[in-house]
């Protein structure tokens, strides 16, 4: 059983920073692609950040790019979201995603994605 844990969300001030982090666990858990979503109240879950284990190739979403870093270790299964100058646009909860399956889907995509973790909130106050 394929389980992708995230943690390090929590309630932080506008022009601040938090750190989220995501570990996949399971027997001969492989992916191709790992990263984070997000999902506003009353919103479609939208992509943030993306990164591709082969090359390193890291993908963000334009409202978040100069802002999040996303970085990560293949070997380990872990993936982390660096999440600097927050705005509170930035309120949601953020969801690992894993691709094993290698889909040819796009990479903002959410069917792209065959795992996912249960997510974590991140507000902002302004």
């Known amino acids: 059983q394929v389980q992708l844990v995230e943690s390090g969300g929590g309630l932080v001030q506008a022009g601040g920073s938090l750190r989220l982090s995501c570990a996949a666990s399971g027997r001969a858990f492989s992916s191709y692609y790992m990263g984070w979503f997000r999902q506003a109240p009353g919103k479609e879950r939208e992509f943030v950040a993306v990164?591709?284990?082969?090359?390193?190739?890291?993908y963000y979403a334009n409202s978040v790019k100069g802002r999040f870093t996303i970085s990560g270790d293949n070997a380990k299964n872990t993936v982390h979201l660096q999440m600097n100058l927050l705005k509170p646009e930035d309120t949601a909860v953020y969801y690992c995603a894993a691709d094993t399956s290698g889909s040819s889907s796009f990479i903002p995509n959410v069917h792209k994605y065959d795992y996912w973790g249960q997510g974590t909130q991140v507000t902002v106050s302004s």
């Open positions: 990164i591709r284990w082969s090359d390193g190739n890291t």
